[in-house]
């Protein structure tokens, strides 16, 4: 039997008698923990940290979820190891259920029940505590710190450094910006912060209950151009989804948009009426013009000389995992480059990491921006990541097997694709990989491609966090001191 115990510092520590093994380690759908092992009186004894760094960041906490126990490469039998009761440590919550390590957020016991939940929801919607110049962030639903916010939040800290940055995370895996601070979803200080905040920068729908302060603002800065229809536009009539696209809109006073073509979209698609909608540019796209693109590939594990292709397919309505049409290993052989794969962030809980010789699954990095100033050419089918992609003059792929069936049932397109795609459309890996191979594949583009970053980038000059945060200290939503 082994015996599992929650140390300090936020190690989990195996006990097991008999001759020491050679390995142990846990293993998630997203991170992996190794363990330092050591001999005992009565056996061995291995400290598995859950805190680990990856893409040369800083050591976090392994994101919630289950983790196999692996001894000497073969997964523990439940009935091999003690439970251990729920253990509160620093930045992690671990409990032994089925014989899996089960981590989540560090909630008080107080606050990870419903009843707990439901007073400090309560405490929140009382309006206690009065506004404070402060901002509140939220990225994809507080998986990440990332997007437009983050962007937005860089700039705060240049030009108004006296306000104070609150970002929502799920957990303690959320890498947040230096100087900001982290709230844990749920927690007593998450809803105090939502609550005593100016100002609520998100970049999807509001989660849980919101009640809006005297002077509180909200920026709604959304997360892409579209070609996928959303919202009320989304084909089939839904009464209850009208009415929650219409009470999540009006929660919203300014609307942020790419460029012209999306601020008409979004306002109509979100019943978004008169209100205001800023078309100043991405300011998650700054990067591609400012960004240090060897850094980020000195994180990757890349060298300044790889060819680095970024696939990044859109997620479906009728799976919960990224779709699997291609055989990435063999696309990096075939067209002698590295893949980078990224699934959406709808897939990132619910898939594992893709692996294979020269593959990189970075679905659970930080910032796709980044990701797209480190790539050489984009591959992806209806993910609007091919708008901002196309400010940098970098080749555009599409792979697109099952266009029909996407574009007729799934989801339906608010335009061509392909009567306007930048890059050539491809419905088999042959046909990827022919393009990807063909030197002359970009120039027969060429004119397409300009038409389509005139229409969709002319926004994307690297300023456009800049004049994001100079309309909201104009029109007081933030203060500089």
Not at 22 to 37: E, P, Q, T
Not at 70 to 78: F, M, T, Y
Not at 427 to 455: H, M
Request: aromatic share 8%; with cysteine; glycine share 8%.
């Amino acid at each position: 039997m082994i015996h599992a115990t929650l140390a300090a510092g936020d190690a989990l520590v195996l006990e097991g008698t008999g001759t020491p093994p050679a390995s142990v380690r846990i293993v998630g759908r997203r991170a992996h923990s190794v363990a330092s092992l050591s001999t005992t009186d009565a056996g061995w004894r291995a400290d598995l940290p859950l805190r680990v760094s990856r893409w040369a960041g800083p050591a976090l906490a392994v994101p919630s979820g289950a983790y196999r126990v692996e001894v000497d490469g073969r997964a523990l039998d439940p009935a091999e190891i003690a439970g251990l009761p729920r253990a509160l440590g620093e930045t992690v919550a671990v409990e032994i259920t089925d014989g899996h390590v089960v981590v989540g957020p560090p909630l008080q016991d107080a606050e990870a029940t419903p009843a707990g939940q439901a007073a400090l929801e309560q405490d929140y919607a009382s309006g206690a505590g009065e506004i404070e110049n402060a901002v509140f962030f939220e990225s994809f639903y507080g998986r990440n710190a990332s997007c437009n916010p983050r962007a937005i939040d860089a700039e705060i800290a240049r030009v108004a450094p006296g306000v104070t940055r609150y970002w929502s995370v799920v957990d303690r895996s959320v890498d947040v910006p230096a100087g900001a601070v982290a709230v844990v979803e749920g927690t007593a200080e998450w809803w105090r912060a939502r609550g005593i905040s100016r100002l609520l920068v998100v970049n999807d729908w509001l989660r849980r209950r919101f009640v809006r302060r005297p002077g509180q603002r909200i920026l709604q800065t959304w997360h892409g151009t579209p070609l996928k229809r959303l919202a009320l536009d989304r084909p089939g009539f839904d009464p209850r989804r009208a009415v929650a696209v219409v009470r999540e809109s009006r929660r919203w006073d300014v609307l942020l948009a790419q460029n012209p073509y999306a601020a008409r979209i979004l306002a109509k698609a979100y019943a978004f009426g008169r209100r205001p909608v800023w078309v100043e540019g991405y300011p998650r796209n700054d990067v591609l013009v400012s960004g240090d693109r060897d850094l980020v590939r000195s994180g990757l594990g890349l060298s300044p000389d790889d060819r680095v292709l970024l696939y990044a397919p859109t997620w479906r309505d009728d799976r919960e995992q990224m779709v699997d049409f291609l055989d990435l290993e063999r696309l990096a052989a075939d067209a002698g480059a590295v893949v980078l794969v990224r699934g959406h962030s709808r897939t990132l809980l619910s898939g594992g990491d893709t692996t294979g010789s020269r593959v990189i699954d970075v679905t659970a990095y930080p910032d796709v921006s980044a990701l797209l100033l480190a790539a050489d050419a984009l591959i992806t089918d209806y993910s609007s990541v091919m708008f901002d992609f196309t400010g940098t003059g970098k080749p555009v792929y599409f792979f697109v097997p099952d266009l029909a069936h996407y574009r007729g049932k799934l989801r339906g397109f608010y335009f061509d694709l392909a009567e306007r795609a930048p890059g050539p459309l491809t419905s088999s890996q042959d046909e990827l990989t022919a393009a990807l191979v063909d030197p002359e594949t970009p120039s027969r583009y060429a004119t397409r491609y300009d038409s389509w970053a005139a229409r969709f980038n002319a926004r994307d000059d690297g300023r456009a966090a800049e004049r994001v945060v100079a309309r909201l200290l104009d029109q007081g939503m933030i203060a500089r001191d």
